[in-house]
């Protein structure tokens, strides 16, 4: 089934990442746009904002950032109220994103917004944001009718070459190319999995990177569709757009190609796949395969909120 993106759109943005690529999505589609996050620097003036204090403690931990979350909890869904379709970017490779995508995107479900979450995993090397990132990325797919997950850690994999810098300017830059498409194409209520490459002349080099991103994610039996932008397509030869295609089709059983036009400095494959099954994010949290019903205490996230009991706190 496809998702239907309906105007008033509200982008939210989380955290110093989140809110850089929220206010650039916003300007892509026209919208309106929130940023919240805990620290302060990430929020700009032209935008509004939610500020979650997590009073005197200055480097918070996840839980104490979430808990903090549901305190202003009435503010975030006053400003969701009166949208139809929120698009919310979090990168849950950081702290505040990780933090607050659950929140957020329950928030969402409950006031039956639709809602599409990008979300940002983090390299295999961030070992203390792994198992967050998993857990945090379960809960949004649960709350989300459409998830879009852009793991750096695969991006790198297959380009080890590539600073830190110029993955993340790939990864945003991937992500804005699909926020521009939800317009114009058809986006499937699934979770997605974003790949793509380094701007490459050889448009076949661009699909065996995004491929090879892809398969780093999911194993090749549960992709079951993909979408193929052929972003600077107006330079490429319609001969080499076509091979392209058909290499794909014979590689996932349904394929559709978008070609973008818009771009002209810029050539390469940017892939969006639908998942059916497990992922490579499934296993970030050990405990991750038993299922929700299993599970006593899922109806909400761990976080820490100050009971003013006499208790020690745990975390
Ligand atoms: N895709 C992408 N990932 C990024 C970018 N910048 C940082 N990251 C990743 O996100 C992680 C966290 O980066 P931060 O700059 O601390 O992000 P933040 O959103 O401000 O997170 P906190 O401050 O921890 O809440 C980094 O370690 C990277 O893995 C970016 O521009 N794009
Ligand atoms: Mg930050």
């Given at each position: 089934?496809?998702?239907?993106?309906?105007?008033?759109?509200?982008?939210?943005?989380?955290?110093?990442?989140?809110?850089?690529?929220?206010k650039?999505?916003?300007?892509?589609?026209?919208?309106?746009?929130?940023?919240?996050?805990?620290?302060?620097k990430?929020?700009?003036?032209?935008?509004?904002?939610?500020h979650?204090?997590?009073?005197?403690?200055i480097?918070?931990?996840?839980?104490?950032?979430?808990?903090?979350?549901?305190?202003?909890?009435?503010?975030?869904?006053?400003?969701?109220?009166?949208?139809?379709?929120?698009?919310?970017?979090?990168?849950?490779?950081?702290?505040?994103?990780?933090?607050?995508?659950?929140?957020?995107?329950?928030?969402?479900?409950?006031?039956?917004?639709?809602?599409?979450?990008?979300?940002?995993?983090?390299?295999?090397?961030?070992?203390?944001?792994?198992?967050?990132?998993?857990?945090?990325?379960?809960?949004?797919?649960?709350?989300?009718?459409?998830?879009?997950?852009?793991?750096?850690?695969?991006?790198?994999?297959?380009?080890p070459?590539?600073?830190?810098?110029?993955?993340?300017?790939?990864?945003?830059?991937?992500m804005?190319h699909?926020?521009?498409?939800?317009?114009?194409?058809?986006?499937?209520?699934?979770?997605?999995?974003?790949?793509?490459?380094?701007?490459?002349?050889?448009?076949?080099?661009?699909?065996?990177?995004?491929?090879?991103m892809?398969?780093?994610?999911?194993?090749?039996?549960?992709?079951k569709r993909?979408?193929?932008?052929?972003?600077?397509?107006?330079?490429?030869?319609?001969?080499?757009?076509?091979?392209?295609?058909?290499?794909?089709?014979?590689?996932?059983?349904?394929?559709?190609?978008?070609?973008?036009?818009?771009?002209?400095?810029?050539s390469?494959?940017?892939?969006?796949?639908s998942?059916?099954?497990?992922?490579?994010?499934?296993?970030?949290?050990?405990?991750?395969?038993?299922?929700?019903?299993?599970?006593?205490?899922?109806?909400?996230?761990e976080?820490?909120?100050?009971?003013?009991?006499?208790?020690?706190?745990?975390?």
């Amino acid at each position: 089934m496809s998702f239907q993106v309906k105007e008033p759109i509200l982008v939210i943005g989380l955290g110093g990442v989140g809110s850089k690529l929220a206010k650039e999505a916003k300007n892509v589609l026209d919208a309106d746009c929130l940023t919240i996050s805990n620290d302060k620097k990430d929020f700009s003036s032209d935008n509004s904002s939610i500020h979650i204090s997590t009073g005197s403690v200055i480097n918070p931990s996840i839980p104490l950032i979430r808990g903090s979350t549901y305190k202003v909890a009435d503010e975030i869904k006053s400003k969701i109220s009166g949208h139809s379709t929120v698009i919310l970017m979090s990168n849950l490779a950081g702290k505040a994103g990780s933090a607050m995508a659950p929140v957020i995107s329950e928030m969402c479900k409950e006031a039956e917004t639709g809602l599409v979450s990008f979300a940002v995993m983090p390299f295999k090397y961030e070992k203390d944001r792994i198992f967050n990132s998993g857990i945090s990325l379960k809960r949004v797919r649960e709350n989300s009718e459409c998830t879009v997950v852009l793991d750096n850690d695969a991006l790198l994999e297959s380009n080890p070459d590539l600073s830190p810098k110029a993955c993340y300017e790939i990864a945003n830059s991937a992500m804005m190319h699909v926020v521009k498409s939800l317009g114009s194409s058809e986006i499937s209520n699934e979770t997605h999995v974003l790949s793509t490459s380094k701007n490459s002349e050889n448009m076949e080099d661009s699909l065996r990177d995004s491929l090879k991103m892809l398969y780093d994610n999911a194993p090749p039996n549960s992709v079951k569709r993909s979408m193929l932008y052929v972003v600077g397509g107006s330079d490429i030869p319609v001969g080499v757009i076509n091979s392209i295609t058909n290499i794909t089709s014979g590689i996932v059983s349904q394929s559709n190609s978008q070609i973008d036009m818009s771009s002209s400095e810029e050539s390469k494959v940017v892939m969006l796949s639908s998942i059916q099954g497990m992922t490579k994010f499934d296993n970030y949290d050990p405990l991750g395969m038993i299922p929700q019903e299993d599970t006593l205490d899922w109806s909400t996230p761990e976080c820490s909120i100050d009971s003013e009991l006499d208790f020690y706190q745990l975390e």
